[in-house]
């Protein structure tokens, strides 16, 4: 099978394409043929060696995918063989991830896609999906859980709605009953943001988002999906409700985060940090069936008409789909694996 690998850490030219045998499933597993992987910031971070320490001697990239299931473990289901899977965390900790023909996972990490949703959509889910989730089912008063109806009458603020985790935050949040309001930072992401299901987009640069915020909610925000906490705190704390909750998932800027406690104790304030890879095998089985129900649903759209416009790249070029990503493209990059061919 063909396959991108790294043996060092470095820049996207460390990574090269190589055949490999594929390995057999082992008990608990299944092994996917991969139509479509998706990038995302985690996979060049890890890359460069920034986070994640570096497990194997040789590393395939790839946390997303979707694809078919073409073999399983001892023990598993033989009637899941022929499935159509989107992946989540393939290649977290493990020594193959998505950017091979085929690829050998957990297989709770091998969700069923139904036939009417394009390998594409179920390449985009994983990380992005997975992490938008989290943020919304962490506020003190609930809900765990997102279904239709489960955040009616709740005001979510997604910042940064243009980029991958912001369009996942969006339509779920849509999806689950929320008025939904984005800040994005020039027209284009407006219209992306708007094309993602956001009630209200807002210009973070231009604008001025707290005064328009409490216009439109002046009780306040009772959810923030937070890309960049720095940028950001003082426009979360002047929106927020008391009892709100800031879900954090981003520093992007790097902006150095100072707290003034009196302020934040006299809201009630509730910092949530995520990070996917300790987020624990809960968050993720909850994560994994709602997303699923979401896309059962129709929810959960992806291309330019849905605010999450798609880039791909060969397989041979998995080292310019990582330069992309990198250099900050706007919706989702795909690289056709081309497994299931
Ligand atoms: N914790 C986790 O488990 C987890 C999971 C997924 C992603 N992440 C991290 O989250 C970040 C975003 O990932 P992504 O895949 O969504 O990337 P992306 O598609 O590049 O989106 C990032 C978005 O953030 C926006 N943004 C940056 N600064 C902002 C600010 N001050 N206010 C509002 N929006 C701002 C950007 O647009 P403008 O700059 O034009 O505003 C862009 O639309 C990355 O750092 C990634 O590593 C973490």
């Given at each position: ?8 850490n470095g ?10 045998e594929?390995a057999?499933?082992?008990?608990g597993?299944?092994?996917?043929r991969v139509a479509?992987?998706?990038v995302?910031?985690?996979d060049?971070?890890?890359?460069s060696?920034a986070?994640?320490?570096?497990l194997?001697a040789?590393?395939?990239?790839g946390l ?7 073999a399983v473990g001892p023990?598993?289901?033989?009637g ?12 977290a900790?493990?020594q ?7 690829v050998v996972?957990?297989a709770?990490r091998?969700v ?5 949703a394009s390998?594409?959509l ?6 992005p ?9 962490v506020?003190?008063?609930g809900?765990?859980?997102l279904h239709p ?5 709740k005001v979510?603020?997604v ?10 935050a ?6 689950a009953g ?5 800040t994005?930072s020039g027209p ?7 094309a993602?299901?956001?009630h209200?987009?807002l210009?973070?640069?231009?604008d001025d988002?707290?005064a ?5 909610a002046?009780?306040g925000?009772?959810?923030i999906?937070?890309?960049a906490l720095g940028?950001?705190?003082a426009?979360d ?6 009892r709100g ?5 981003a520093?992007?800027?790097a902006?150095?985060?100072?707290l003034?406690?009196r302020?934040?104790?006299t809201?009630?304030?509730?910092f949530?940090?995520l990070?996917?890879?300790t ?6 089985a909850?994560g994994?069936e709602?997303?699923a129900a979401?896309?059962?649903d ?5 291309g330019?008409?849905h ?5 791909r ?5 998995t ?9 900050g493209?706007?919706?989702?990059v795909l ?7």
């Open positions: 099978m063909k396959a991108v690998i790294y043996r060092d820049g996207p030219e460390v990574l090269e394409l190589h055949d490999r594929p057999e499933p082992g008990p597993e299944v092994r996917v479509v992987s998706g995302n910031p985690t060049w971070k890890t890359r060696g986070t994640n320490p570096k194997y040789e590393v395939t990239p997303d995918g979707a694809g078919v299931i073409d023990g598993e289901d033989r899941r063989i022929g499935e159509r899977v989107w992946l989540f965390l393939a290649g900790g493990r193959v991830g998505t950017v091979a023909e085929a996972v957990p709770d091998a069923p896609l139904p036939d009417d390998f594409d179920g390449a985009a889910l994983g990380v999906a997975l992490t938008a989730h989290r943020t919304l089912t506020a003190e008063d809900p765990r859980r109806g489960a955040l009616d009458g979510v603020l910042a940064g709605g243009a980029g991958a985790v912001g369009h996942a969006i339509q779920l949040a849509r999806w929320a008025t939904v309001l984005t994005i284009e992401k407006a219209r992306l943001a708007t993602a299901g956001a209200h987009v210009n973070y640069r231009e988002p707290a328009e915020i409490r216009k439109i002046p009780d925000v009772d959810l999906a937070e890309v940028a950001n705190l426009l704390l002047a929106v927020l409700r008391t909750t800031i879900s954090t998932y520093n992007d800027g902006k150095r985060v100072e003034d406690v302020q934040n104790m809201l009630n304030t509730r949530q940090f990070v996917l890879y987020v624990g095998s809960e968050a993720l909850a994994a709602d997303v979401a896309v059962a129709g929810a959960l759209p992806v330019a008409e605010g999450l416009p798609l880039t790249f060969p397989i041979g070029r080292a310019d789909a990582h330069r992309a990503v990198e250099n493209a706007v919706g989702k690289i056709d694996v081309g497994g299931t061919a």
